[in-house]
């Protein structure tokens, strides 16, 4: 092990995440079918396909933050407890990715070109992945908070939540919770294993345009597909729900200081406890999955 790595390991015996904050993966095996509308979110065509394109990345990305774990992970198998966080990340991401794929699967299936999002994805992961490793892992690590972001993003507005169909509103909670839950596992490997302040701004630079390039991209080609359906009334509503003022809107815009958290030289994802979101959200999940069960169930007696 490096001096690097046994300097932040010791440091990492005293890491923020609370004590309360564990690292399980759990499967959630959302089915979506015929009830499932194809705008579900507020009916809205314009954010739907924001979201949908926000969505077509985690498969393809999931699975790339994965690998760039595994590379490292060893590195640190003195320190039992990151070790394990890296385990337990490694099977949280491997479900947020194919719980994701249902979603894409099904958009393509009502019609949205998600597939032509993931080729443009799955054409530039190989080109990341020739990157110098300690690179892939700055990536990894500033991407992580971006996701993180997006899950305190989720569990602080409920209103976003009533505003998701109740077929899916289940994985973006389940999702949103376990970003949380392992916020800070890419951030402290990287740091064991590197640390470097110029390569984390580098990862974060190019993790960030990739996130705003992608879901851009996707959310225009998704339009110009379905532009027969976009009305100038909903997608004035979706550009006031990412930019505007007041209550209820300007998400995005209300979002971009935290997004400047990551380039202070003292950040840790921890030093933000949001951990109460996780103990208020995982018993309404538990609801939601337990309602969508009974439901099933009673379709299937009849």
């Not at 998701?164 to 919770?177: G, L, T």
């Not at 997608?235 to 202070?264: D, I, V």
Request: with cysteine; charged share 25%.
């Amino acid at each position: 092990m490096n001096m690097s790595a046994s300097k932040t390991l010791n440091w990492y015996a005293k890491a923020l995440r609370p004590a309360s904050v564990t690292i399980k993966p759990k499967p959630l095996g959302m089915k979506l079918g015929e009830s499932t509308p194809t705008y579900w979110f507020d009916d809205n065509p314009f954010l739907t396909h924001f979201l949908t394109a926000f969505s077509a990345i985690f498969p393809q990305g999931e699975r790339y933050m994965i690998d760039s774990v595994r590379m490292f992970r060893d590195e640190v198998k003195d320190h039992k407890a990151l070790y394990k966080d890296c385990s337990g990340f490694i099977g949280q991401e491997a479900h947020h990715s194919n719980e994701h794929a249902i979603i894409n699967d099904f958009m393509v299936a009502r019609g949205v070109p998600v597939d032509k999002l993931e080729a443009i994805v799955d054409w530039w992961v190989p080109v990341f992945k020739r990157f110098p490793k300690k690179d892939q892992m700055a990536i990894t690590g500033a991407a992580e908070h971006l996701t993180a972001l997006f899950g305190d993003l989720v569990l602080n507005n409920p209103e976003l939540i009533d505003q998701v169909d109740e077929s899916m509103r289940p994985i973006w909670i389940w999702h949103a919770i376990e970003e949380i839950e392992h916020k800070a596992v890419t951030y402290d490997l990287f740091e064991a294993v590197d640390g470097s302040y110029p390569r984390r701004l580098y990862g974060y630079a190019l993790a960030l345009a990739l996130v705003v390039v992608f879901s851009v991209y996707g959310t225009g080609l998704f339009i110009i597909d379905d532009r027969k359906n976009m009305g100038i009334k909903k997608t004035a509503q979706g550009l006031w729900w990412m930019f505007g003022f007041g209550e209820k809107s300007g998400y995005l815009r209300k979002a971009a200081p935290e997004l400047l958290e990551y380039l202070k030289p003292g950040f840790h994802p921890w030093k933000d406890d949001n951990s109460h979101l996780i103990d208020k959200w995982r018993p309404e999940l538990d609801r939601m999955l337990n309602d969508i069960k009974q439901k099933n169930s009673e379709k299937a007696g009849k």
